[in-house]
């Protein structure tokens, strides 16, 4: 496509606490292959770091970067700040702390163009700066990491239920009402059936590539993944039949585990055996996940990958009903047509 007939791309990146990571992002931003216009919209949470300070700087270095205010620090309520501010027909969502591959933005154009899907999306390629965090990216990339789930493992082009972040026609956003903003986590796999359930195509390309840094530390990432499951929990509770048996592996693990435990010091010790098995599971499935890793990120592997189970499954076990009653009052148009 000829550079005067590219459309306009808005780059929309909610941001809380990211001082470590958010210049080197908008840097992979604004080095993108892409002869269109452009423009990057910052939503500044109430962080306590050097956040705010070095995007004033980036507002003042480029005058495409623009900034909005974000005071509650949600990610929803970001989004649809930063959608509102932003103004090009094709929107683009990025993570304070997400490098993109550098033909990422006219790929994704490409794409919709192409296929006529409403959002696209590609691969959450975590990668760690330090054995723990490479531990986590090759458990979040393992399938006895995360399941079938082709936006972390790799997969053909295809139609999809959700995509990591995803590149969106505007009209698709508002015709939706943008983000609904009571879910602090999985508003994008809820925004993405709400977009298939009204005839739109979600798509999934391994073209696209996002550089994802894993959370520092094990209490981090176990309070990453039982937000994970909590509000993957009232997704199924908002949306009817958005469940599937991939989602429900993490809390029977949990409830087995448990059982096992208790049953064993009780009962018999062959009850023993289930917590054991898993045990065992894990460590042989953290084998292939580590080829290639230092062997001090290998041996972390399985305690990354006990420590996304267990949380994502305690998380969707112990979510209140509360939470979707709580949506359900909520749900309102956030974004609306100029």
């Known amino acids: 496509m000829p ?19 958010l210049r080197n992002a908008v840097r992979h931003i604004l080095e993108q292959e892409y002869d269109g216009e452009m423009e990057v919209v910052i939503a500044l949470g109430p962080s306590t770091d050097r956040t705010d300070e070095i995007a004033a700087e980036l507002v003042a270095e480029d005058p495409r970067v623009h900034t909005v205010p974000n005071p509650t620090g949600r990610t929803p309520a970001a989004l649809n700040a930063a959608i509102k501010a932003s103004r090009h027909p094709v929107v683009v969502r990025v993570d304070g702390h997400g490098m993109l591959s550098p033909d990422y933005i006219a790929t994704a154009v490409r794409l919709l163009e192409e296929t006529g899907a409403q959002n696209v999306g590609g691969l959450m390629h975590a990668e760690g700066e330090n054995d723990w965090e490479r531990a986590v990216a090759a458990a979040m990339t393992s399938k006895i990491g995360v399941g079938n789930a082709a936006f972390h493992t790799g997969g053909e082009a295809a139609p999809a239920e959700t995509v990591y972040l995803g590149v969106f026609r505007r009209e ?12 602090i986590r999985a508003q994008d796999w809820e925004l993405n059936f709400r977009i298939r359930e009204a005839g739109g195509l979600i798509w999934f390309s391994p073209e696209l590539k996002v550089s994802y840094r894993p959370r520092p530390s094990v209490r981090t990432l176990a309070r990453q993944y039982k937000d994970y499951g909590r509000w993957r929990h009232v997704v199924a509770r908002f949306h009817q039949g958005s469940i599937n048996l991939r989602y429900l592996a993490p809390p029977t693990a949990v409830v087995a585990i448990a059982a096992g435990i208790v049953l064993g010091a009780a009962v018999t010790p062959w009850a023993f055996v289930i917590p054991g098995g898993y045990l065992a599971g894990i460590v042989a499935g953290s084998l292939p996940a580590g080829k290639g890793l230092p062997v001090a990120a290998r041996l972390r592997i399985p305690v990354a990958l006990a420590t996304m189970h267990m949380s994502w499954g305690w998380g969707f076990l112990t979510s209140p009903r509360a939470l979707a ?6 749900r309102r148009p956030a974004v609306m047509a100029p």
């Open 172 to 183: 698709a956003l508002e015709q939706q009402g943008g983000y609904n903003e009571e879910f």
């Open 3 to 21: 550079p005067h007939q590219l459309p306009a791309v808005s780059v929309i990146m909610p941001v809380l606490n990211e001082e470590r990571h």
């Open 325 to 330: 009653k709580k949506v359900i009052a909520s």
